[in-house]
């Protein structure tokens, strides 16, 4: 008796939220799309008026309108799909791509999409290949900081210096945030008006922020997530017996590495 094909929906959301050996290897697929789309993206300020770039722009609008599309249809729930940030984030990006004359201030939010690689379980499979497994915290916090830096650099060159050279103006705002956030204050470059005092403030407040999230997780000890059954205490230190906080007796998992 021959089985019956498993219906699309249920295809498309074992791919996307599985770890059998077909589904990492198409979220590994998306992965490398997804990093060849968001170089696209940082590299849009030195290609963009060359003939191709119009070509490349409405190509990866189709990508990403259809993935929007397929998660749609892996997720089950239209509510539970449309209550994720990502999701309006990738319609708005979509939106950029369609209308590039128009939205083209609002370009820079498609760095944010370096989010979305974070988040496929592919990415913590590749980790725990590689040996970083301890080191998520780390490496999350980097993300966040790498996100934000190309964020905040995306949002000054298109409001401040999207009028000089493509390439000239893109690191003039990349060297603009990188001295901002760390403090440095050199002063060569500074922001004009009070729209650009506001955005240095923003941006020193919440950079040094992440900054400092970034030390905190590279010096304190390692700990895994596991809730406590008791109190609900979800960080442990990774051979702990007893939690901390209630001295309920934890079964943490170990893989005996």
Not at 103 to 130: E, G, S, T
Request: aromatic share 14%; with cysteine; charged share 15%.
């Amino acid at each position: 008796m021959t089985s019956r094909p498993l219906p699309l929906r249920l295809r498309l959301a074992r791919l996307y939220n599985g770890q059998g050996l077909a589904a990492i290897r198409f979220q590994f697929a998306l992965m490398v799309i997804d990093l060849a789309i968001i170089a696209f993206f940082l590299a849009g300020p030195y290609l963009r008026d060359r003939p191709s770039y119009l070509v490349l722009d409405y190509l990866i609008a189709a990508w990403i309108a259809l993935e929007l599309v397929a998660q749609g249809a892996a997720s089950g729930s239209v509510r539970r799909y449309f209550s994720r940030p990502m999701t309006w984030l990738d319609i708005f990006v979509l939106a950029t791509l369609l209308f590039p004359q128009w939205l083209f201030n609002f370009a820079f939010l498609r760095v944010a999409r370096i989010w979305a690689v974070a988040q496929r379980p592919v990415f913590k499979l590749m980790l725990r290949r590689l040996g970083l497994r301890e080191q998520g915290d780390v490496v999350t916090a980097f993300i966040n900081l790498f996100v934000f830096l190309f964020l905040v650099t995306g949002f000054v060159y298109t409001f401040f210096f999207y009028a000089e050279d493509a390439g000239t103006g893109f690191i003039d705002a990349l060297y603009f945030t990188v001295a901002t956030v760390t403090t440095t204050g050199f002063g060569d470059i500074t922001l004009p008006g009070t729209f650009g005092k506001l955005t240095s403030i923003v941006t020193m407040i919440i950079g040094i922020s992440l900054f400092v999230r970034l030390a905190q997780a590279i010096v304190r000890p390692y700990k895994v997530t596991f809730p406590c059954p008791e109190c609900g205490l979800q960080r442990h230190d990774a051979d702990a017996v007893h939690c901390k906080a209630c001295g309920h007796v934890l079964n943490i998992p170990d893989e005996g590495a």
